[in-house]
């Protein structure tokens, strides 16, 4: 008994209404097969019931059979020193553990008896910790949860023994509601910041992201105002948010590390340094360095400089050459490989880059492999500032770079090995894009030899890019996709190797030119690339289904936005203390 065995066959799936004579025909046909069917549905059922029963007692043998076999598992015979181990590489390796339930080492005490045994007893687990301090809230709520937290961190640094110590501490007000500076909440920080300050001669590296008033309450609580030993202190930073712009600075004294024999990193941002780059400071000790100020006098920087010579990164802002040296002495750094200098630059002669007020010319820096530049004041047609950087043999693999437009090109023809190029500029030529695109043309000489053939990714993220949509589209696809195939007749060369674009991304201060775009750049991400286009939100305008709901996440794209990727931008940026202005 089958469908296409039915007389009405044919009538199925239509709109087809019995006659008066079909019915009593389709009637009989029912009868046999509903018998049928009720005796199928019972049967399944008691299938159904016998397999239900097999179910369960499989399981109860599978359990037996589980529990048995664990008492067999070569991870209970480890030595506890393996376990520790183990645990010790389930810590975050890029940062410092939280005091969070939800990762190691408070997570591995969660597991079991026995584990939580041994992650107690080992030190290594309890040795580095991220602190947050809430400074923006109710008084009354803040006063408790600072004095709780600090129980915990109490509790927290015993269990590391006499392990040298990493910390990092994160005190930085709400931009809305401001910071609570109220006696009791300050002296429960203050209580925090002693728990942390008597295990001083353990430091090793140490972070604090502080507001000003935190700042204070260091140099109050300093071990010994400075006179300490600080025997393992390897890295220190002190940053101060950039928010309130109106409240007084914090200042960094220098007797804070100025017995700390092994300091190698140091990183002070936005806090105040007074005469510290022309005082008597152990500069030379330093393999990297990292100074954010309002404002770097130019001879101080290269007073600073011609201390640390061996030095692996560099990062200095924002450089003023207003106080230039008299005469320009080359400094060689042999090891540094990370350069981020943001600087306004001045020539009184704009044909030529040596120049007593361009700090780039007193910088020879033979093994660098990323460069970082934000450069403005210098007049159209200028020469490169940091020419001397990009002799022909540099090793540059990486290039972020925001400075006037009619020097990019010329910069890229002598960085052949960049991989990784991040273009700053609001503004960005036709010809840049067009100089970036190889094209697959044998005879299209202008063409042959396209910039950076090394490049694999590339971000062009100025904040009011508005080229043409196909342009960019044009550069994806032909770096993308690069193949080069002669005539047989032809006697030209082929072009030297393009590498494989596998990163880009594009922000774009505009709507999308094409409602097909995101079609293309699907196909593109489905081959394994990624690839951003990042418009304004006309998503989240009129052409959203959804708008005027209370919830806005019913319409989405595997896009971001401009506003979506300019806070991205942020974020990386806060992220990597290296790369940040």
Known sequence: MTITTSPFSHLFCSNYAASHNDVPLIKDLLSTSLETLCRLNSEIQQLQTT????????DSVQHYVDAHKALLSPVRALPVEIISEIFAHCLPGDRNPICSHAEAPLLLGRVCKDWRDVSLSSPCLWASIHIVIPMSGNPSVLHPLIDARTQGIESWLTRSGSLPLSISIFAVPSEI?????GGLILDSVGNLLDCISQRSNRWQDIHFNLSRACISMVKERWPWGGNRELPHLRTFK??????PLRSPSAKFEREWVSKAPNLRILSLRLVEIGDLLVERFPWSRLTHLELQMPTIVLSAAVHVLSQCRDLQSLTMSSVDPADA???????????LRSLSIRSRVCFADKTTAVDVCNIFCY???PVLRSLKV?????????????VGLL????????LDI?????ILIDTLALLPNVTVLRIRNSTLYDILLHRLTPSHSIHDEEHLQPLCRSLKQLYLIGSSVKNNDQMFLDLVYSRRNFILVPDATDSMPLDPVTARLDVFHVLLNRYKQSIDLQDQLQKLRDQGMDVIFAHREEINGNLNPGRGQDADDCFSQPTISHSGYCGRIGNEERRHSWWSW
């Not at 925001?402 to 009619?406: E, F, N, R, V, Y």
Request: glycine content about 6%; overall charge negative.
């Open 238 to 243: 002190l940053t101060r948010p950039t928010r």
């Open 325 to 335: 040296p008299t005469e320009v002495h080359t400094i060689t750094f042999p090891y």
């Open 177 to 181: 509601r401001g910071e609570v500076t």
């Open 374 to 386: 934000h450069i403005w004041g210098s007049e159209p047609d200028s020469c490169i500032p940091f």
């Open 363 to 365: 910088i020879d820096a």
């Open 391 to 398: 002799s022909p043999g540099n090793l540059i693999e990486e």
């Open 402 to 406: 925001c400075g006037p437009s009619d």
């Open 51 to 58: 397999l239900q029963k097999l179910e369960q007692e499989r």
